[in-house]
């Protein structure tokens, strides 16, 4: 990801999209700040982290100025957000991950791993699923 994110501001910088370019080197921070942190997380969640953020801004000056930013930044930072997967995708997933396993199932467990492969985006989705096979 963040191979595509350093050529996209190479790109917007030959461009000279101002706008865009801000709001890359912004985004790039977050990555960088990750980096030096105690428990870095995955580039997806930083990716989903920081689109939530700018949703919840976008919520917070709709029907201002800011908001047509807000729109814009969410619009570029979209590319970057890892694809939701469908239930039955995620079902799909789960079941041959379990067909895998022929000793006790711990529900806990299985989530855990689960949420590892797919992503934390898919984490509530994972939890009910798992719930719903191991019942």
Not at 116 to 125: I, P, S, V, Y
């Amino acid at each position: 990801m963040l191979d595509k994110l350093n050529q996209d501001i190479i790109k917007a910088r030959k461009e000279s999209n101002e706008f865009e370019l801000k709001t890359l080197t912004t985004f790039k921070a977050e990555f960088q700040a990750n980096s030096k942190a105690k428990k870095p997380r995955q580039d997806d969640e930083i990716a989903l982290g920081y689109y939530n953020k700018l949703l919840k801004a976008l919520e917070m000056y709709r029907g201002t100025d800011y908001a047509m930013d807000s729109i814009r930044e969410v619009d570029i930072i979209k590319r970057y957000i890892p694809k939701q997967l469908e239930a039955d995708e995620i079902e799909a997933k789960i079941v041959d991950y379990l067909s895998d396993k022929t000793d006790g199932l711990n529900k806990g467990l299985v989530i855990k791993d689960m949420i590892t492969d797919l992503g934390k985006q898919n984490a509530k989705l994972i939890s009910q699923i798992v719930n719903k096979l191991l019942t």
